[in-house]
């Protein structure tokens, strides 16, 4: 298993990002943390039913402890994998990849696309949107 640790320079000492779930083999990567230190996204590749890996876009905020999931679709399902975020500055945005088919509507080029969330900083509710990134 991967584990995502950030260093707190006030207690100099490294503190572990707790997993999702302790149930479920979790590898975690990429991680990206806002400019003030209290959030940090990585994704997460977690084994979904019947074996099959995914990974996921998290958001964990190192204040209240509690985890977002970036990157669950309309369905609340993942088909596929999402990787590569990061997160602005002060903790609003992850931009990451994505071949997740839900996430937006009619996404139908099968291919990986670039999108955008917006986090409402774990204070708001469901005030979370997906703007698909257009690239020439």
């Given at each position: 298993e991967d584990d995502i640790f950030i260093y707190d320079r006030e207690k100099e000492q490294a503190i572990k990002i707790p997993k999702i779930d302790s149930e479920i083999t979790e590898y975690s990567g990429d991680p990206s943390i806002s400019g003030d230190g209290r959030y940090i996204t990585y994704h997460a590749y977690r084994r979904a039913d019947g074996g099959v890996w995914f990974s996921?876009?998290?958001?964990?905020?190192?204040?209240?402890?509690?985890?977002?999931?970036?990157?669950?679709?309309?369905?609340?399902?993942?088909?596929?994998?999402?990787?590569?975020?990061?997160?602005?500055?002060?903790?609003?945005?992850?931009?990451?990849?994505?071949?997740?088919?839900?996430?937006?509507?009619?996404?139908?080029?099968?291919?990986r696309d670039v999108f955008v969330y917006m986090n409402e900083l774990f204070g708001m509710e469901k005030n979370e949107i997906y703007l698909p990134m257009i690239l020439k």
């Open positions: 996921d876009i998290v958001v964990y905020d190192l204040d209240s402890g509690k985890f977002k999931i970036a990157t669950r679709g309309f369905d609340g399902e993942i088909d596929s994998n999402s990787e590569y975020p990061v997160i602005s500055a002060d903790g609003r945005f992850v931009a990451f990849q994505s071949q997740v088919s839900d996430l937006v509507v009619d996404d139908t080029n099968g291919t």
